[in-house]
């Protein structure tokens, strides 16, 4: 397995060197270089951070608590700025991104409209879209019913468990088909159940789109290695991406990958790399 | 304030016992009718000539204001003394204020409706067409209603200010003739004005009065300040200019001009009439009987105040 | 939000909390407990009441105070009786005026605050003046309106406009830029316009705010109105309680006076009910201000 | 949090983003960037204030108004150093008025919402009853006020707080009843005694509300000092600024009047920003209002 | 395996029915007896939960998502009133218990106080219990260290990524030595190194301090099994509690149980019975 583990961060930096550091791949939905992000009060929460991420790929995040896996996301949607480095999304800055109407994602936390009940709070996408309220609801109930909370489209979420506000906030960023989905541990609060049906979904989801690109922190390395095709590895203090795992299995991939000795050969891996 | 009122007490029983004496001073609080002017020249003369001391008083002046009371506060008790228009003293008693009346400063109204020099005004009726600033409730428009036709006069409050009249050459104002006509010219209008007195109605102005009850406890300190109202009026006639420096400081917010203006404008009010022959305060009770019906004529007040009970001229040396 | 409503029962009131710990009392007629319920709300109003106007009359009679100088209870009923249709027509002017500036100004501020919300330069260069304009003594501006619009109804609503913008205006702004940044985040990346993000998110999130505002206001748009007809009214009958306690204070009338006055709360207290009335509506599901 | 600040330099001026995004400005000395910032935050307004007083000025020269009806700046400014020493005696006296009046109403309004938030009952039963006093228009009371306080700063403060105490209170009652539910259950399973709910989570989490009261009540505060001194009477400089202007609008001396008004804005814009400066310091660090 | 199910519920209802339903056992910490609740919307969340918790017991709660755990948890310290049956909390009524200051929680969500700092945040318990402030002080460094995050005493509650905010909500109830601590998924927004060092500090805490039971919710089956002397397993709709398992390993645990086969055959037991 260790074979597998590709040094990906070298090989890039010196592509970058050799093209230039304003050339852009237009093949490569997100790209870091040497990306670093320093906040107001000092923390260094980010440093030289290289990553391509290509179209159709599914890269999941690990790293320790605090190791700045949400900053990289907040750079990529362009809620923060990067201090040093380049970074291009969709082709453009990252604050330009937003604008193609092509991203969606999953906060941290699940963060609902307090004054909208459920079904009005996973349509907002497609509201502030303008798509009519008709197709806007039908929508939302279908994403409500992938997870599990068809039931409650009128409830509102302070009536709702901290597992389900969660769900509500995957459904909401599930309703529209975006090229780029970013998901900052969406299923941490979930039971193993909804958990893997909920990951079965997912996966077939963005096997169906073709073009969809999925970003997905999560501190399950199980999960991590299910899911993904690329499996990014952060050590923290200051942050930085100490290895790129590429998860070499095909998809569909269902319950034989998770007992497959290949998987457990993974998932070391993975966990030996975040132990160093 | 009811403090004042216990000081003063005390401070009087002191004085009645050692009034022979005369070295024990009285404190009590004389309060305005409006902010100091020349209308309120003799007390202020009394003030700062002394006469007051010199009777064994110490007053302490407070000025009035729009939304100040004087009838309220005498007959609160809160002040001893106080300063207040005739018809406003009718209508406190009528309310069931005990007020008695000891001297009128002005021996007529000064009030006059004020117009843009030029317009056809000669009398009450010609104001039908215009606009009318009057203050809310004041009795005299009341007697003019009811004695002119003045349904066509466009009524509006007058709340103190003369930008809206100045701006407007058709529209009355009310005024003192001691005052607004002044500010006016100074500011390049020319203006006339009509007494209101010509239609008949004409109080007593800056009439001085107490409660009847201290008046009746505190005899002495009546007449020693009724002496010093005679002997500061006879002061402000010699020297008004002296007197006037001492209202200017009292509130800077008037000018000596308009000071000598007013005083001017107010000498036949305050000197001559029935003042030539009686004396500066003169008061007599077919004036008064007179105010009365006019003001129970339009229902200002009701009926049953005798003129003789509320007024007493025995602290006026003239009278 | 459960146990709100608890500790009103039963920390607040100290009383035990029968309806939950004993399953007999959960037995008990709905009926009953609503009527007990009802009557403990209004209980302690009902008795504030008796008591302050109770002690009022009780001190004055005992201090035997003229009326002229501050009336009883009782004086003020037989003035108001006494008075009876000058009054409700007085009351009726001053409620046009109070609530037609009223509600100007609402729509006036939370639309300027709107725009002011939309970027710090503006908010930053606009802001003072409006503080000042606020805060230019009305008394100096009344000459000036009155020029401009004439005595009346027009020039009252202006006064009462100009007294009761400003809270609206600071409250509201205030809420707007209260925003929870998770929110407006949410909103940007999903490429809300400016439109969008005010209307559907800070507005609002800004509501406990505007609420707060209103309530400020709609009380001072009473006082506005009562000031303007003192200053710009029209004389005589057709004027609103600013003249009617001008006449009652020239002509001493002070129990009539204290009527007026008395009215003049109570009407903005009821508008002030209504206010809060809307506010318990569409607050009570979400915001803690108004949860039952 | 950081967004905001970029959308403040990048969206709302719609400059170019030129600090982030080319490497070669950053090394730009720190001290032009600084100069560079504090010219455009302080230009809006440098802007707006010519402007604003070019065009009164021009418009009136214009239209050949008379300055006595509507003054133009620089009659104002002839009128302010004439009076000059006046105009600072009663800029003084109202700001004492004003401020003491302002500092009791925070003082009370503070209190008296801590208890009547300390439990709806006292809420429902005593808050009518403030909204009443609130709305009992202050000409009916000033008479009995001066009879038993006498005229003078007593009674002005007493108006001035009349008029400030209400919007503190209602926005700190409002806050107080906004606190987070988590964290009132967390300051409650910790077994916190009301008063350390009240002084270590409420009054902390109001404070936003706290001070959008006192935004408000801060201006009121002067246009109660100058209703009080207007109404209340004191002669000469303890009249302040209420007596100048009725003095100046008896005397038709409108430039000054303005003279008077504008100080008195000038005044209140002052203690507005004092306490803008406070609110910032106070939030900065955590609320979304106040944030950088 | 199996055999270690107990059918404690049937017999817990037999005990009550026996011994009449107002009478205390004075041993028991924390007793639910036919406990309802059915919140002011209809949402049924809980019913006849039966539930006998002694003193010194680390009990896990497992299961799906919204089947009523926080709402358990809410009634046994008070934050919300059962609708039915009976429920004491250290020999008294739920309301009272707090006030004995033995209670210690973890709630769902951080709850920190934005204006405060750390340090500030964890003493806030000892704050309110007037303790001085350099001891409090003192406390509060010692657990922030316990959680990892010494470093960050001055930090603001804003500058802090999100497991870094859970664990400071911890270390605030690990600050006092209750005798009840409620934990509602503190560990699930951490990474697995960081969640496997709290779980060994927790459980060291516990054994040394004789007297203290621990309620812990989590949707990781391991960590329940790991943790705990017995699982509570529930069903959602309306929430049961379907089963009390009790592992039956001696403390103190370490890395060799969780590779020992017991583990997994608890593991296995779990799972199936939550499958149910
Ligand atoms: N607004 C901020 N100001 C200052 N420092 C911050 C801010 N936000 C995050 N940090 C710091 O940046 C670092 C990385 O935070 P980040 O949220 O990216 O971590 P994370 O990998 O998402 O962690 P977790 O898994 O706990 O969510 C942390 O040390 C945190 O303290
Ligand atoms: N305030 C409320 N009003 C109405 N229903 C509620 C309320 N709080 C929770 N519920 C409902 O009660 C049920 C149980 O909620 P609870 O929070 O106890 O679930 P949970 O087991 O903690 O779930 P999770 O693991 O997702 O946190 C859910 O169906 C939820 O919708
Ligand atoms: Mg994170
Ligand atoms: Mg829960």
């Known amino acids: 397995m260790e074979r597998q583990i590709m040094t990906r961060i070298s090989s890039q930096a010196e592509a970058a060197a050799a093209t230039g550091i304003d050339r852009h791949h237009p093949q490569n939905l997100v790209e870091l270089k040497n990306i670093d992000k320093v906040y107001p009060n000092g923390t260094v929460a ?32 362009g809620l923060t700025e990067h201090t040093g480095g380049e970074l291009s999304v969709l082709g453009t800055e990252s604050k330009e991104a937003r604008k193609e109407n092509e991203i969606a994602f999953v906060f941290q936390e699940p963060t609902l409209l307090p004054w909208n009940n459920l079904l009005e709070n996973v349509s907002l996408p497609l509201k502030l879209r303008k798509v009519p309220k008709k197709q806007r609801h039908e929508e939302g109930e279908r994403v409500l019913e992938l997870v599990g909370l068809k039931d409650y489209t009128k409830s509102l979420p302070s009536q709702l468990s901290g597992g389900m506000k969660m769900r509500v906030s995957i459904a909401r960023a599930l309703i529209s088909r975006p090229k780029l989905l970013l998901m900052d541990e969406p299923f941490g609060a979930l039971d ?41 590895v952060m050590t923290p203090s200051p942050g930085r991406i100490s290895d790129v795992i590429q998860i070499d299995e095909p998809f569909p991939r269902g319950e034989n990958f998770r007992v497959a000795p290949s998987f457990s050969q993974y998932v070391q891996s993975v966990t030996s790399s975040l132990e160093h | 304030g009811e403090e004042g009122a216990d000081d003063a007490t005390g401070a009087e029983e002191e004085g009645s ?168 010219e100074r500011e390049g209008i020319d203006t006339e004005t009509l007494l209101v007195s010509e239609s008949g109605f004409d109080p007593y102005n800056v009439v001085l009065f107490v409660e009847r009850e201290y008046l009746d406890e505190n005899e002495e300190a009546v007449a020693g300040f009724m002496e010093a109202f005679e002997d500061g009026w006879d002061y402000y006639a010699e020297e008004p200019e002296e ?28 000197y001559e009439g029935d003042a030539a022959e009686h004396g500066v305060g003169h008061m007599d009770v077919e004036r008064w009987s ?24 025995d602290y006026l040396s003239g009278s | 939000m459960e146990r709100k409503q608890e500790e009103r029962v039963g920390e607040s009131l100290t009383l ?4 939950q710990s004993k399953p007999a009392v959960n037995q008990r007629s709905k009926m009953t407990e609503f009527v007990r319920r009802k009557a403990l709300q209004i209980l302690p109003s009902v008795t504030l009441f008796v008591v302050f106007f109770g002690a009022w009359e009780l001190i ?10 501050f009336p009883k209870p009782s004086d003020i009923v037989v003035a108001a009786q006494g008075n009876w249709v000058n009054l409700l027509g007085a009351a009726q002017a001053t409620t046009t005026g109070a609530l037609a500036g009223f509600a100007i100004s609402t729509v006036l501020a939370i639309s300027m605050a709107i725009i002011l919300s939309l970027s710090k330069w503006i908010e930053k260069s606009v802001y003072p003046y409006i503080v000042i304009l606020q805060t230019i003594p009305i008394v100096a501006v009344i000459p000036i309106i009155v020029i401009w619009f004439g005595a009346g109804i027009q020039s009252i609503i202006i006064v009462v406009f100009l007294i009761s913008f400003f809270p609206i205006l600071t409250n509201t702004l205030i809420g707007l830029n209260s925003t929870d940044q998770n929110m407006k985040n949410l909103f940007y990346l999903y490429n809300a316009s400016r439109f969008q993000t005010i209307f559907k998110l800070r507005i609002p999130a800004a509501l406990p705010y505007i609420v707060a505002g209103l309530k400020i206001s709609c009380t001072l748009a009473f006082i506005g109105a009562i000031v303007g007809e003192y200053m710009a009214g029209i004389g005589g009958a057709e004027g609103g309680l600013g003249q009617a306690i001008t006449v ?45």
Chains 1, 5 share one sequence.
């Open chain 1, 46 to 77: 980010v440093e030289r951070a290289n990553l391509d991420i290509a179209e159709n790929e599914f890269f999941c995040f690990v790293g320790p608590s605090g190791c700045g896996k949400s900053t990289i996301f907040n750079m990529i949607t």
């Open chain 3, 60 to 69: 004055l009679r005992l201090a035997d105070i003229a009326p002229f100088i």
């Open chain 1, 192 to 232: 193993e159940f909804t958990r893997q049906s909920l990951q079965d979904e997912l996966l077939r989801i963005w096997s169906q789109d073709q073009r969809m690109t999925v970003l997905f922190i999560t501190h399950n390395v199980f999960e991590a290695v299910y899911l993904s095709s690329q499996v990014v």
């Open chain 2, 17 to 184: 016992d050692t009034e022979d004496g005369g070295e024990e001073i009285e404190e009590v609080d004389l309060v305005l009718n409006w902010f100091p002017k020349s209308q309120q020249g003799g007390f202020f003369a009394a003030q700062s000539q002394g006469y007051f001391e010199e009777n064994g008083l110490g007053v302490n002046i407070e000025p009035g204001g729009p939304e100040v009371s004087s009838v309220q506060m005498v007959s609160s008790g809160s002040t001893e003394f106080g300063l207040a228009h005739a018809d406003q003293i009718l209508i406190a008693i009528d309310q069931g204020a005990d007020l008695v009346a000891l001297s009128a400063s002005l021996q007529n109204s000064p009030q006059a409706m004020m117009f843009h020099e030029g317009e056809d005004i000669e009398d009450f009726e010609d104001m039908n067409g215009r606009t009318a600033y009057v203050e809310s409730g004041i009795p005299y428009w009341d007697y003019l209603n009811e004695h002119y036709d003045l349904s066509g006069v466009d009524e509006q409050s007058y709340s103190g200010e003369h930008a809206t009249f100045a701006n407007d050459t058709e529209s009355v104002s009310q005024s003192f003739v001691t005052s607004e006509p002044y500010f006016m």
């Open chain 2, 243 to 270: 007197v006037n420096e001492v209202i200017h400081e009292a509130d800077e917010n008037i000018a000596l001009d308009e000071l000598e203006f007013e005083t001017e404008t107010q000498e036949e009010f305050v």
């Open chain 2, 290 to 313: 007179e105010l009365i019906e006019q003001l129970e004529k339009i229902d200002v007040i009701g009926e049953g105040i005798e003129a003789e009970e509320i007024f007493t001229t």
């Open chain 3, 248 to 292: 009652a204070a020239t002509r001493l009338e002070t129990p009539y006076l204290f009527a007026c006055g008395l009215t003049a709360s109570l009407l903005s207290v009821t508008v002030y009910q209504i206010v809060t009335k809307l506010s318990e509506r569409m607050l009570s599901s979400w915001h803690e201000s108004e949860m039952k």
């Open chain 3, 16 to 19: 035990p909390n029968l309806s």
